[in-house]
């Protein structure tokens, strides 16, 4: 299985509303990203957390980490249309830049 | 920087004909991957390379799957002979190590095997 869950696997909220997405994993790690794709076209980076920092702003993203529990989640705040894409965490472990990439949480802000 | 590049950026082949994606990633980057995303198996690594020396290629699905790092600004992935079950898009990504580890990714190829 897949060293990243998001959950929700969907998620459709109004514009303007926050959306959180959860990521959990099952191994030790270096750090965890959140990446978006839309629709058609290819993963761009959003924000990295390492394993020793618990929280990390950029913009209106909100990324909190738990290695206790092995979770991360994303909070976007005041969504918008153009926030609607899928969401990924992936995960870094061992001496080499391998990532492993979670199953996606679709998002749909609906205007 | 012009990004990530992917050639062809849509491929169209009968089963059994020999497949050739490319890939040009960002100038000064030492690591390059091939993802495969597909419905069912979402995004899946198949091979990485560092300073052009395959690192990991537990992911390859088979023998019909082979990729190559000639030089540090182009690697090809080759499927030989296609089938249909090969359909899905491919991308490739890189990244300049170091301590970020962000991956760039290309804007992919959809192969569609016939």
């Known amino acids: 299985s897949q060293q990243g869950e998001e959950d929700p696997q969907a998620l459709s909220i109004q514009e303007g509303e926050n959306a959180t997405m959860n990521c959990s994993y099952k191994t030790s790690i270096n750090n965890l990203q959140w990446y978006r794709q839309n629709s058609g076209r290819g993963l761009v980076h959003l924000i990295l957390?390492?394993?020793?920092?618990r929280e990390k702003h950029s913009g209106r993203l909100r990324v909190t980490l738990d290695t206790s529990k092995k979770s991360s989640s994303l909070l976007i705040t005041a969504s918008r249309a153009a926030d609607t894409a899928s969401y990924f965490c992936a995960t870094n472990s061992g001496g080499y830049q391998k990532v492993t990439f979670g199953t996606g949480t679709k998002l749909q802000v609906i205007p | 920087d012009a990004g990530v590049i992917q050639s062809p950026r849509h491929e169209v082949t009968e089963m059994g004909q020999e497949v050739t994606l490319r890939c040009k990633p960002i100038?000064?980057?030492?690591?390059l991957f091939w993802y495969r995303q597909t419905m069912m198996r979402g995004l899946e690594l198949l091979i990485y390379?560092?300073?052009?020396?395959?690192?990991?290629d537990s992911g390859m699905p088979e023998d019909r799957f082979s990729a190559k790092m000639p030089n540090a600004s182009f690697s090809t992935l080759k499927i030989q002979p296609s089938e249909p079950r090969d359909s899905a898009v491919y991308f490739c990504?890189?990244?300049?190590?170091?301590?970020?580890?962000?991956?760039?990714f290309g804007p992919g190829t959809r192969l569609l095997v016939l």
């Open positions: 390379f560092n300073n052009n020396v395959p690192i990991d």
């Open positions: 957390i390492r394993s020793n920092e």
């Open positions: 100038s000064g980057h030492n690591s």
């Open positions: 990504a890189s990244s300049s190590g170091g301590s970020q580890e962000t991956q760039y």
